[in-house]
């Protein structure tokens, strides 16, 4: 292979490095994740960075949400395919497993869309504090319901149609939501 | 079909292979619900909580095989290491390859399990291998969440109708005498503990003991007496079961070598 060291010079100035980072940033608020396609990969806080090494190549840092998470090779397609389309590529992605992705990094303008499109966002998660065990009857934390947000809302299943969401019913409009659950 | 690889019988190899063989092999059972489990809610859960293991089986097998080749040996991916050993070189725990069973021995073994793995990963999290940390750091949130609603299901079973409860002791009982292999440590525990790759298994054994025996408190369900049996998969030597699970795995694989969808 004839690499073309004129078309992309080794060496690039800070600025150029710098503006180049910066449009592949603004490229990725456009990228939505591909299971709530409202929330940006950047607003879902799992583009833990951006960074061009020593041969020119972009290299975005992506965390998982969770390990067995299906969507995870679609989404770093879908980024690898929109920064190319800008012409920022070439691009890869580097998988950064530590540390371990929280609902806390989800932003608040994130939260605000989940909400928007009848998800309810995860309340903040208490690290130090071990998670308690509960049995029967379960009474977790009040969650408002996304469409009418009255909290007389209950649980109806710990898992939902993807590994981040729970199933909740709001007792006050009788319709069905998504949780995002707090991890 | 594909001849069979040969996996690295260094202690650290092996050592991953227990683990990511154990999520492996388990959620290949646990899959076994989709479709089947009495409510709609539990199918759902019993295959996503199969999910989250696989994701983990996959962490772990991958770094396992990387690990071959950092030892000077043949380095290995995740799907060589999934669809392409004998029954033999499989290293998983002897209770995770047993038949799914009725729902009150899939709750039991989920919650022993969780809680098992729970307790491993809080100490992984801490392993002198980063990758094997940074696994553990996120499988530690997904265990916590299994563990909570395998739990709640124990105890409404145990505690729950004549059936229901009848059911659970039968399940208990059934699976007890399996729960020891999982807390005898021989070579492969003393390596992971001399090198810091993590704990040896016996030393989760006190908490599992409490953590799952205030679960079965709650359940009103008594823990059987310790019987001298041992179960010996993690050493290689299986039930009669695991070459079934493996046969419907692996078929594909070893009928389309290298095929992707």
């Known amino acids: 292979m004839v690499i073309d060291t004129a078309a992309r010079p080794l060496v690039r100035s800070e600025a150029d490095t710098s503006e180049r980072r910066e449009r592949a940033w603004h490229v990725l608020r456009g990228v939505n994740d591909p299971e709530v396609p409202v929330i940006s990969v950047v607003d879902l806080g799992i583009v833990r960075g951006v960074d061009i090494d020593h041969v020119g190549e972009l290299v975005v840092a992506v965390t998982p949400t969770y390990s067995g998470c299906p969507a995870t090779e679609a989404i770093e397609a879908t980024i690898v395919a929109a920064l190319d389309a800008a012409g920022l590529g070439p691009t890869r992605i580097r998988m ?88 | 079909m594909p001849a069979s690889i040969t996996v690295s019988s260094h202690p650290s190899v092996q050592y991953l292979l227990r683990i990511g063989d154990t999520c492996l092999i388990y959620a290949q059972r646990l899959g076994e619900w989709s479709g089947h489990a009495p409510i709609v809610e539990e199918d759902i859960a019993l295959t996503n909580m199969a999910l989250d293991l696989i994701g983990q089986a996959r962490a772990l097998l991958t770094r396992a095989g990387s690990l071959e080749a950092e030892l000077g040996g043949e380095a290995h991916d995740e799907d060589q290491l999934a669809f392409l050993r004998d029954e033999r070189d499989f290293r998983n725990c002897t209770v995770v390859e047993l038949p799914r069973g009725d729902f009150a021995v899939t709750m039991l073994r989920n919650c022993a399990l969780a809680i098992f793995l729970k307790l491993l990963w809080e100490r992984l999290a801490d392993s002198s291998d980063a990758e094997v940390a940074a696994i553990a750091g996120k499988a530690v949130k997904e265990a916590r969440y299994h563990h909570e609603h395998a739990a709640g299901w124990v105890v409404r079973l145990g505690d729950g109708s004549a059936e229901s409860a009848a059911r659970s002791k039968a399940a208990l009982e059934l699976l007890w005498p399996y729960f020891a292999e999982i807390f005898e440590d021989d070579v492969v525990d003393d390596a992971a503990l001399a090198s810091g790759l993590g704990p040896r298994w016996s030393a989760l054994a006190d908490a599992w003991r409490a953590e799952f025996g205030a679960v079965l408190a709650a359940a009103k369900l008594e823990p059987p007496v310790a019987r001298a049996f041992r179960s010996t998969g993690k050493s290689g030597k299986h039930s009669e079961h695991l070459g079934f699970v493996l046969a419907e795995m692996q078929t594909l694989q070893r009928t389309y070598p290298g095929g992707v969808w």
């Open chain 1, 96 to 183: 950064q497993r530590a540390p371990a992705w929280t609902s806390d990094w989800i932003s608040a303008a994130g939260r605000a869309r989940l909400r928007d499109y009848g998800i309810a966002p995860p309340g903040p998660v208490d690290r130090e504090r071990a998670m308690p065990l509960r049995f029967v009857a379960r009474a977790p934390e009040p969650l408002a319901c996304p469409r009418c947000a009255s909290t007389n809302t209950e649980r109806l299943a710990a898992f939902g149609a993807t590994a981040c969401k729970a199933l909740w019913r709001c007792l006050a409009c009788g319709e069905p939501f998504e949780h995002f659950k707090p991890i």
